[in-house]
């Protein structure tokens, strides 16, 4: 990509089999992936062996050059290409970890328009943690269940 060779000539840094691989390779996720994923599919899905550590050193990398997001995804850090966008909004399932990005207007006008002393803002991702519909379900026929156990175990559920 232009943007990273770019970025690295401006920095003094060099362009490396393993950078391009790597990058070309987090450009096709759809979504948000995690370094340990990246890793395993660069040998799995793409026949390039890199360590763990340059993954991670690259992620870095990347994030500084504005061509991925660093997320913290129920608990973990993910990352998604960020290259169209920096700015997100993000419904983490605290259940499953499904992640949704959604758009809200009035929220990313409100984040766009603080203004900080000595601070310009470059981009923001915003979690909101909660369950999805699929979980939220689940949740309230486990405590169905666990109500309607816990009457039969004090005797309240017979007559």
């Known amino acids: 990509m232009m943007a990273l060779t770019d970025y690295l000539h401006v920095h003094g840094l060099r362009s490396t089999p393993e950078r391009n691989a790597l990058l070309k390779a987090v450009y096709t996720y759809d979504g948000y992936f995690k370094p340990e994923t990246l890793s395993f599919d660069m040998l799995e899905k793409h026949g390039f062996r890199v360590c763990r550590a340059t993954v991670y050193n690259n992620l870095g990398l990347f994030e500084e050059a504005g061509l ?14 960020s290259w169209t966008n920096r700015y997100s909004i993000h419904m983490i399932c605290t259940g499953c970890g499904s992640v949704v990005e959604c758009s809200d207007d009035k929220v990313r006008a409100q984040i766009e328009d603080m203004r900080k002393k000595r601070f ?5 991702s915003l979690s909101i943690q909660g369950l999805c519909g699929k979980c939220s379900a689940a949740l309230k026929r486990k405590r169905k269940k666990m109500e ?6 004090n005797g309240k559920g017979k007559n």
């Open 148 to 153: 309607k156990l816990y009457s039969e175990k």
């Open 120 to 124: 310009v803002m470059t981009g923001y």
């Open 68 to 81: 991925v997001q660093r997320v913290w995804l129920n608990g973990e850090t993910g990352y998604r290409r």
